[in-house]
């Protein structure tokens, strides 16, 4: 990889793109989601209520929780507050892994903006999770969608998905019983779903069988790992046998995903399998998760210097739009062959636009010359 001097002024710009863009991504219709819920609909409720409040929207909108943040404009709050607002008054779907996302924002924004009614909403969830989610044997939460059962599975989107929320909760209500309940997911997740070979997690494990499916180590569910670990660390206080080891998980990753990474510093979809495309979302999770590991001082600094060679890629397939080129759409489990991976569509995403957001930012934090402000 040749070398890349960072233009903050570039990356403040394209974070704008990305800002610019993101009702537009947010509000799009995903006909073919929408079409296979007319068939699979396991709750049977009005399926116009999972139109915008899924996954998708859910990465998308704690991406730009984090920009609001970041820049305390009230135009960023005021695009999450219109979105939770409208679709309270559409009403919520069904409770599962996926329909949770929406709520770590959620919780954020409820807490930032001492909003009681989006608070109740987000501890009535969170209650359900204690009570009544779907478990697997062990006691792991079992990747139950919108469409699909799954049953005894463990998939590795549910710490971002679902867990994160979880422990939120627990940090904004005191209630520890819910931090130590998130704490044993990662736990039990990690048991299942890392590769020891590798450093590397496969995408998911089911009780029936006892087994990794076709052993994919699929991209963007390795990426919401080198994340989710980051995140809940800057979350959580955890005790340091905890700690430690949720750091030497991290650390066996990020060692990994360095000797996988492209000439061009992008990783595959497949991430040990070149013949599979590059794919953005899980390159800007990747580098994200590294350079906040990295700043929160529990990766090595070398780590940082695949996370930088990743900025150039990422901006090269962002649009004069703001849009994130080279995503990878929603993908299922590949249940018993690795080339399923390598025939999901591309298509633009909220949670590209997010991953890719929460990169520019993380990028913002390295030592700088002379820019203007967002």
């Given at each position: 990889?040749?070398?890349?001097?960072i233009n903050k002024n570039q990356?403040?710009?394209?974070?704008?793109?990305?800002?610019?863009?993101?009702?537009?991504?947010?509000?799009?219709?995903?006909?073919?989601?929408?079409?296979?819920?007319?068939?699979?609909?396991?709750?049977?409720?009005?399926?116009?209520?999972?139109?915008?409040?899924?996954?998708?929207?859910?990465?998308?909108?704690?991406?730009?929780?984090?920009?609001?943040?970041?820049?305390?404009?009230?135009?960023?709050?005021?695009?999450?507050?219109?979105?939770?607002?409208?679709?309270?008054?559409?009403?919520?779907?069904?409770?599962?892994?996926?329909?949770?996302?929406?709520?770590?924002?959620?919780?954020?924004?409820?807490?930032?903006?001492?909003?009681?009614?989006?608070?109740?909403?987000?501890?009535?969830?969170?209650?359900?999770?204690?009570?009544?989610?779907?478990?697997?044997?062990?006691?792991?939460?079992?990747?139950?969608?919108?469409?699909?059962?799954?049953?005894?599975?463990?998939?590795?989107?549910?710490?971002?998905?679902?867990?994160?929320?979880?422990?939120?909760?627990?940090?904004?209500?005191?209630?520890?019983?819910?931090?130590?309940?998130?704490?044993?997911?990662?736990?039990?997740?990690?048991?299942?779903?890392?590769?020891?070979?590798?450093?590397?997690?496969?995408?998911?494990?089911?009780?029936?069988?006892?087994?990794?499916?076709?052993?994919?180590?699929?991209?963007?569910?390795?990426?919401?790992?080198?994340?989710?670990?980051?995140?809940?660390?800057?979350?959580?206080?955890?005790?340091?046998?905890?700690?430690?080891?949720?750091?030497?998980?991290?650390?066996?990753?990020?060692?990994?995903?360095?000797?996988?990474?492209?000439?061009?510093?992008?990783?595959?979809t497949l991430v040990d399998d070149?013949?599979?495309?590059?794919?953005?979302?899980?390159?800007?999770?990747?580098?994200?998760?590294?350079?906040?590991?990295?700043?929160?001082?529990?990766?090595?600094?070398?780590?940082?210097?695949?996370?930088?060679?990743?900025?150039?890629?990422?901006?090269?397939?962002t649009d004069e739009q703001g849009?994130?080129?080279?995503?990878?759409?929603?993908?299922?489990?590949?249940?018993?062959?690795?080339?399923?991976?390598?025939?999901?569509?591309?298509?633009?995403?909220?949670?590209?636009?997010?991953?890719?957001?929460?990169?520019?930012?993380?990028?913002?934090?390295?030592?700088?010359?002379?820019?203007?402000?967002?």
């Amino acid at each position: 990889m040749g070398s890349f001097k960072i233009n903050k002024n570039q990356i403040f710009r394209t974070i704008e793109l990305y800002a610019e863009s993101f009702e537009s991504v947010l509000y799009e219709t995903d006909s073919k989601f929408l079409e296979g819920m007319e068939n699979r609909n396991l709750a049977g409720d009005d399926i116009n209520r999972y139109k915008f409040w899924e996954w998708t929207q859910g990465v998308g909108l704690f991406g730009f929780w984090k920009l609001y943040c970041y820049t305390n404009k009230e135009k960023y709050l005021n695009i999450l507050l219109k979105y939770y607002d409208r679709q309270i008054s559409i009403g919520l779907p069904a409770r599962n892994v996926n329909t949770t996302t929406p709520l770590l924002a959620m919780s954020y924004v409820a807490e930032n903006q001492n909003r009681e009614d989006y608070m109740k909403i987000c501890r009535e969830w969170a209650d359900w999770m204690m009570q009544s989610f779907p478990r697997t044997r062990g006691g792991g939460f079992q990747h139950m969608t919108s469409d699909t059962v799954n049953d005894q599975e463990l998939w590795d989107d549910t710490l971002f998905m679902a867990v994160l929320f979880l422990a939120n909760m627990g940090r904004i209500l005191k209630r520890q019983e819910y931090i130590e309940e998130a704490k044993y997911q990662f736990l039990i997740h990690i048991k299942y779903l890392a590769d020891n070979k590798t450093g590397l997690w496969f995408h998911g494990w089911t009780f029936h069988g006892n087994h990794n499916f076709a052993k994919g180590l699929w991209g963007r569910g390795n990426c919401w790992v080198t994340a989710a670990i980051p995140e809940f660390l800057d979350m959580i206080e955890c005790e340091d046998g905890l700690r430690r080891y949720l750091i030497e998980t991290l650390a066996c990753q990020a060692e990994a995903l360095k000797k996988y990474q492209t000439a061009n510093g992008m990783w595959h979809t497949l991430v040990d399998d070149p013949k599979s495309y590059v794919e953005a979302s899980a390159t800007c999770g990747f580098a994200y998760g590294i350079l906040k590991g990295v700043h929160m001082g529990i990766l090595d600094p070398s780590d940082k210097v695949c996370a930088i060679n990743a900025v150039k890629p990422i901006l090269d397939l962002t649009d004069e739009q703001g849009i994130l080129h080279q995503v990878s759409y929603g993908t299922p489990m590949g249940r018993s062959d690795k080339e399923f991976y390598k025939n999901i569509e591309l298509k633009s995403m909220p949670y590209g636009q997010a991953l890719a957001i929460l990169f520019m930012l993380e990028v913002l934090k390295e030592e700088d010359t002379d820019v203007k402000p967002l």
